[in-house]
């Protein structure tokens, strides 16, 4: 549980206190990662040098399940010139390194990122009369250090959060977020690296939708041009009834739609629920197969296998695990997605990924049949992969959310890939990856077009392309919750 309180627990004698006992008492009074942080607060806010924090009273490092020592919150009276309201700025402390001393983050030194490198931040429209901050921002936040912290995948700005809930748990339509640079806070040197500043911005499903279909970056973009949808310093206002596509139905035609056809999808895999049968082997053929069957134990990813599939989960990943990303209450489903930057010819090898794949890969099996099975919120998804990443020469991979499954689809131009126009269908270990021509992928686009209207599908829906000896599943969620069903 966490406390409110001014100061939020900063030593008295800290910076702005008007303790005249100098700078250089600050190493033994106050830990050097925070006061980097602090100081660039107060170089915003002079007049606030205690502000409000939300503390953790348990600290991480103690055993606590918070990672976020304290989040700061400040009145912000924004900006008329530029039509920016009053609102609330929160300003996170604990994904970067404050102490240096190895009691949360390994300490590298100070030439690259502080911890994760980064600190979260947050604009929330102040409601008139509205004295105080509202403290809700600071659990939301805390949620997405967990998520940090255990799956070890950092933020970047375009990155994108579907949280499938009102973000303040009231009937808001802001149910997911964005992530850019603060258009403040300046990244920080300190004794332990650098930090960084990625501010939270609030959106509504349709905008989430625009984002995974496009990316972040140019929905973003959009946000910043309509004033009540965020304007120029991305205010989340959790009052806000209408998408940016109701406020101007151009922007759904000449600006998203002409952006996915032109750069296709940044959004390069999701977590999910998924599962894959080889239909090869007899099923009981368990020591050479790899049947990823429901009610199967899995073998388990290698160390290197396991490393691959994240680096390309950190270029696009979508969390629906509550385990992986502790929902902030026990009925919320969360997900996070995170876009980066496109390449018209992909890699599965990153360059940090690179060196340790080719002989890990040699031990690898081709199929010849394979059933493929997703629930329905991922098999949703399946127009994107096959439309906004294939057809632009690119990947994209389901990662399970219940073991260690993975399905990676590849175009003839990803390179790294062990799945071949020759041998389409090959596993390593619990890992399929398919390969699809453009011209397969055409037809498929055709006849999974009812995935793009989920009002009217019924569970379970089977599709089958015998010629190519490939099976596609949508199958309710219990099957995927219940494997032993």
């Not at 699809?436 to 089977?462: A, C, G, I, W």
Request: glycine residues 10%; charged residues 20%; hydrophobic residues 30%.
């Amino acid at each position: 549980m966490e406390g409110v309180r001014p100061g939020g627990g900063l030593p008295a004698s800290g910076p702005g206190s008007g303790s005249g006992s100098g700078s250089g008492s600050f190493p033994s009074l106050f830990p050097p990662g925070l006061h980097g942080i602090y100081g660039e607060c107060r170089r915003l806010y002079p007049d606030q040098p205690n502000p409000l924090q939300v503390t953790a009273i348990l600290k991480y490092w103690l055993g606590g399940p918070d990672p976020l020592d304290y989040v700061s919150m400040y009145r912000n009276l924004g900006n008329p010139a530029l039509n920016v309201p009053e609102h609330w700025h929160y300003v996170s402390f604990g994904l970067s390194d404050l102490y240096g001393d190895n009691r949360v983050h390994e300490f590298t030194g100070a030439e690259g990122p502080s911890g994760f490198g980064f600190e979260l931040t947050f604009r929330l429209k102040r409601e008139t009369g509205e004295s105080a901050p509202p403290t809700w921002p600071a659990e939301l936040m805390q949620g997405l250090a967990r998520y940090v912290f255990q799956s070890e995948n950092t933020f970047c700005s375009g990155d994108h959060v579907s949280w499938h809930s009102p973000l303040d748990n009231s009937e808001s339509r802001i149910q997911h977020m964005l992530l850019t640079e603060d258009p403040q806070m300046q990244p920080v040197q300190t004794p332990f690296g650098v930090v960084t500043f990625l501010q939270i911005v609030g959106v509504c499903t349709e905008e989430l939708h625009a984002a995974q279909q496009w990316n972040g970056q140019g929905i973003l973009e959009l946000l910043r041009t309509i004033p009540v949808a965020g304007g120029p310093w991305l205010i989340t206002d959790m009052r806000r009834g209408e998408t940016i596509f109701e406020i101007d139905p151009h922007l759904q035609q000449e600006r998203v739609d002409k952006g996915i056809e032109t750069d296709g999808s940044n959004l390069s895999g999701v977590s999910a629920k998924c599962a894959w049968d080889d239909l090869s082997r007899p099923p009981e053929d368990d020591e050479d197969s790899r049947s990823i069957c429901i009610g199967t134990q899995p073998r388990r990813l290698s160390g290197k296998d396991t490393e691959q599939i994240r680096e390309t989960l950190r270029r696009g990943l979508e969390i629906n695990s509550k385990p992986v990303l502790p929902p902030i209450n026990a009925q919320r489903q969360n997900g996070l997605n995170l876009d980066r930057a496109p390449s018209r010819k992909d890699s599965l090898e990153s360059e940090s990924s690179a060196a340790i794949i080719p002989h890990e890969l040699i031990r690898t099996r081709q199929l010849e049949s394979v059933h493929l099975k997703f629930n329905q919120e991922s098999g949703a998804l399946i127009p994107l992969c096959l439309r906004g990443r294939l057809l632009h020469g690119r990947h994209f991979t389901y990662k399970s959310i219940t073991g260690d499954t993975a399905i990676t689809f590849v175009s003839t131009g990803v390179e790294g890939a062990f799945a071949t126009e020759e041998h389409p269908y090959a596993a390593h270990g619990p890992w399929l990856q398919i390969l699809l021509t453009e011209e397969f992928v055409e037809r498929m686009l055709e006849d999974l077009e009812d995935l793009n209207s989920p009002e009217e599908f019924k569970l379970p829906k089977e599709y089958s392309w015998p010629e190519k000896k490939l099976k596609v599943s949508i199958l309710p969620d219990a099957v995927f919750d219940n494997p032993l069903h």
